[in-house]
């Protein structure tokens, strides 16, 4: 039969594409659903309108998952460390295929695990690995794509695609892998249609990027996409170290994450070592000069 699928946190900057995808494959699923507080059911109103359910409910309630055999979780940062609740309630309702809110890099690769910013990830895969042990059939999927190729030139990460400037905290020749967002939401979609190879094994790790580049190789390609030259100056991760350190000490959670999240670009974080799984799909993601080009290359016309 067919997948049935739940998805948890469609509203957000991830939501969106996610569905838009899903409504491109949607024959291919038994059902597909949002989750939605009882309140805020009116901005997915479009997508009903095309054949996306809207389930009115609570993630930590089991019946809110009647009917599905998967599950999506989009959780931003401060509902991350809901995860576990979540998992407990779907497990309840029947649901039996879990995707916990990843889309990230490597984490069992080197200390990267112990970043503040992936700790309540971390903690998600030991509540999964503990599950799957104690439910016979259930199963879960990371999807680990590097980082997204549109967050590279945002403010946070110390880039201005105004001003041409980049002041990133890192190193030029770290590798970065990068995936652009359509692309991921495309394989994280194709992946549910996917057999686990191994039926024993709970866990599937699935690894797709669209290409790994050293930091400035990113840059130069958006000066070259951009036709313009950045001022570059490469800061010490130390410094971002040292402040995420202060923030922990001071009890001060958000400024934690905060400073852990500054480094995951150019330090080699975002890198995602093979082997890889993209020939498993039937589609050539972009690259990170295609992305900028999407992103950026009606702007240099308009201003050439």
């Known amino acids: ?62 019946s809110s998952y009647k ?15 809901l995860q576990p609740g979540m998992i407990d309630a779907s497990i309840a309702g029947g649901v039996r295929h879990f995707y ?8 069992s690769r080197g200390d990267i695990g112990k970043k503040r910013y992936y700790r309540d990830k971390i903690a998600t895969r030991e509540h999964l690995r503990q599950r799957a042990r104690e439910v016979p059939g259930f199963k879960y999927t990371i999807l680990t794509t590097g ?66 580049l050293t930091f400035a190789q990113v840059l130069s390609t958006l000066e070259s996409v951009q036709g313009v030259k950045y001022d570059i100056k490469y ?3 130390k410094d971002a170290a040292e402040n995420e350190e202060a923030a922990r000490v001071a009890e001060d959670a958000e400024a934690e994450v905060y400073w852990s999240g500054k480094t995951l670009f150019a330090t080699g974080v975002a890198y995602v070592p093979g082997p890889l799984d993209n ?4 589609f050539v993601p972009e690259t990170v000069r295609e992305t900028m080009q999407r992103l950026f290359g009606f702007r240099k016309h308009n201003e050439g």
Not at 68 to 80: Q, R, W, Y
Not at 167 to 187: E, F, N, Q, W
């Open 147 to 212: 980082g997204f190729t549109e967050y590279v030139t945002i403010p946070f990460n110390n880039i201005d695609v105004e001003k041409h400037t980049a002041s990133p905290y890192g190193y030029p020749d770290a590798l970065a892998s990068l995936t652009a967002m359509p692309d991921i939401m495309r394989y994280l979609v194709k992946s549910i249609l996917l057999p686990f190879d191994d039926p024993i094994q709970p866990l599937r790790i699935l690894r797709v990027i669209g290409e790994t």
């Open 279 to 282: 020939a498993r799909f039937d």
């Open 1 to 62: 039969m067919a997948p049935s699928v739940l998805v948890i946190g469609a509203s957000g900057t991830v939501g969106r594409p996610l569905m838009q995808e899903f409504l491109a494959q949607k024959n291919d699923f038994n059902r597909v659903a949002v989750l939605a507080d009882p309140a805020k059911t009116a901005r997915f109103a479009e997508i009903q309108a095309q054949g996306i359910e809207v389930v009115v409910g609570s993630f930590l309630e089991s």
């Open 67 to 81: 009917g599905f055999d998967t599950v999506i979780a989009l959780a931003g940062d401060s509902a991350l460390k």
């Open 235 to 237: 800061l010490d991760p």
């Open 100 to 107: 916990p809110s990843e889309l990230t890099t490597d984490l």
